[in-house]
């Protein structure tokens, strides 16, 4: 019998690539969002996931039904970024429907939960001024410095998956996710090649959509990782100049970490991804 596995915004552009990704590996998949999907790929219910009852009724449905327990929870339902709402919005959003899946996964014994953190909780993506991080490159142990309420509401998610596993025992990996892209955004990223500026604020950072969805997969599969945060970044750059000398034009005061970052790799250490996971990069941004 397929196991089953509950997809938050399974409806968007991340969603949508976990779903397939899942479905592929034999695991029967529901997903719960706002709206339906524009491709029926599984089951989908409609839920306010500001609602902890909806939240509670939607995951115990399939188990309920025959007492076939739910796998895991991958939660990628949110407001998506900085200023699309108003500042309380997207902090209560993200906040309150992130600790509902946690509290009803908890209830109903689910044992896994996967997070979308972002690397916006470092703070550089949405600050008012840009500031270059502490050193290069950036891993789990840096600062988060958000000053906005969307990286804010992800550096509190995290914390809430640490004292859910303190309180149950449930795995939770939370992923500070870079910008994620599909086949199809690789021509408008590639535009910006003579424009670099553009992508500074976050570094020059992506993970094309199938990688990502193949680390939400492994950190399902995988048991008794705890509670743990995991930088979700490709090895390379999204731009055509080498990291030595992204650093010398926009963070000179970095440059003695520049050989630690060679040809266009990474500002971003996915060192963690790996070694925990076992997850390879599968799509690189110059072959796309």
């Keep these: 019998m397929k196991k089953r596995i509950v997809v938050t915004g399974g409806s968007g552009k991340a969603g949508k690539w976990i779903i397939k990704d899942l479905i592929e590996h034999g695991y029967e998949?529901?997903?719960l969002?706002?709206?339906?999907p524009e491709e029926r790929l599984c089951q989908t219910l409609i839920v306010d996931l500001n609602d902890l009852g909806?939240?509670?009724?939607?995951?115990s449905q399939l188990s309920i039904r025959d007492?076939?327990?739910v796998e895991a929870v991958i939660h990628f339902a949110a407001i998506p970024e900085a200023f699309i709402y108003p500042n309380d919005v997207t902090f209560r959003n993200n906040v309150m429907n992130t600790y509902n899946i946690l509290e009803a996964a908890a209830n109903l014994n689910i044992s896994k939960v996967v997070l979308a953190s972002s690397e916006s909780s470092y703070g550089i993506v949405f600050a008012n001024q840009f500031f270059a991080p502490n050193y290069l490159p950036i891993d789990e142990s840096h600062p988060q410095l958000s000053e906005d309420s969307y990286g804010l509401s992800k550096m509190v998610n995290e914390m809430t998956g640490e004292a859910f596993h303190r309180r149950t025992g449930m795995q939770v990996i939370s992923f500070r996710l870079g910008n994620i892209?599909?086949?199809?955004d690789y021509p408008r990223v590639r535009q910006?090649?003579?424009t670099p500026e553009e992508r500074v604020r976050i570094l020059w950072s992506y993970i094309d959509v199938r990688d990502m969805a193949a680390?939400?997969?492994l950190a399902v599969e995988k048991d008794g990782l705890g509670a743990q945060a995991i930088i979700l970044a490709a090895d390379d750059t999204s731009t055509n100049l080498p990291s030595e000398e992204l650093i010398n034009q926009f963070m000179p005061e970095l440059a003695e970490y520049a050989e630690q970052l060679p040809g266009r790799a990474s500002f971003l250490s996915n060192a963690k991804l790996k070694e925990m996971l076992g997850w390879q990069q599968q799509h690189f941004f110059m072959e796309q």
């Design 215 to 217: 680390a939400c997969r």
């Design 33 to 36: 969002d706002w709206k339906l």
């Design 181 to 184: 892209l599909e086949p199809k």
């Design 29 to 31: 998949v529901l997903n």
């Design 192 to 194: 910006t090649f003579e």
């Design 67 to 69: 007492r076939q327990p």
């Design 54 to 59: 909806q939240v509670h009724n939607a995951l």
